[in-house]
């Protein structure tokens, strides 16, 4: 059995104590801390071998509570500190090992030197160029393509939002079923407009002269998103008639 890793899932896997879950059960625990969390994503991080749940004879993925302790950890790592998979996963290997080590700094150089001090390093809203590319394992020229079909925009500085790994990998994964980049931009657009409705419903409140109601608008904002993309996969599954894991 893999060792727990420090820092939970939060209060959701209490409630998933009694044996083995779902990937859809693990979706729902996850999501209580990362609402933007997909089965995909889930997926994603199996095949990057970052989480390794139980198979049942019919195939079916089975997560324990300690699998589900690990991915909240690789999200949040993901999430907080911008992180390439394999430092994440070499991370983990060495907490397995008992090895107590601070979290890993993003900018380290491949030569084994420390990257720039922390007052240089990028910081927890941003991630570089090359770490993009390394992180998802892409080339120069698939990154160009997905920016010419504003999959991903760079920042005024040349590095990205970090929900720019998260994008890219999806890409990445739905390329596996033949579905090219340019199909991909009804879906940019979707978004956009969504995002342009959510803002509509937080300006008053950015807006207004409180401060206390001003901060209130980001935990408005997250919350308004976790609601779309929750009415999205509905919406998606009784456009196809399935029903997701």
């Known amino acids: 059995m893999r060792r727990t890793p420090s ?13 083995l879950m ?58 907080d500190h911008y992180l390439p998979l394999k430092v994440i996963r070499e991370h983990l290997d060495a907490m397995e090992r008992g090895e107590a080590l601070p979290p890993p700094v993003l900018g380290r150089q491949r030569d084994g030197e420390t990257g720039p001090p922390a007052s240089e390093a990028p910081t927890a809203a941003r991630i570089g160029r090359a770490e993009l590319l390394a992180a998802v394992g892409i080339e120069e020229a698939e ?73 209130h608008a980001e935990a408005r904002t997250k919350e308004l998103a976790a609601l779309t993309v929750r009415l999205h996969a509905a919406l998606l599954q009784t456009a196809l008639g399935v029903r997701l894991p």
């Open 143 to 215: 990154l160009q393509e997905w920016e010419s079909y504003g999959l991903l925009t760079p920042l005024a500085d040349g590095s990205f939002d970090a929900e720019a790994v998260t994008v890219a990998s999806l890409v990445c994964e739905l390329g596996r079923f033949g579905i090219e980049p340019r199909h991909l931009r009804m879906m940019k657009a979707a978004a956009d407009r969504e995002a342009g409705l959510v803002d509509q419903v937080v300006a008053p409140l950015r807006r207004h002269r409180n401060p206390r109601t001003r901060a």
């Open 22 to 79: 779902s990937i859809g059960t693990v979706l729902n625990v996850l999501r209580d801390e990362f609402p933007e969390v997909t089965i995909s994503k889930i997926r994603f991080l199996e095949s990057e071998g970052l989480v390794e749940p139980q198979r049942t004879p019919s195939g079916y993925r089975k997560f324990s509570t300690d699998d589900v302790e690990r991915l909240a950890l690789v999200l949040r790592m993901q999430r």
């Open 7 to 19: 820092g939970g899932a939060g209060h959701g896997t209490a409630a998933a104590d009694s044996g």
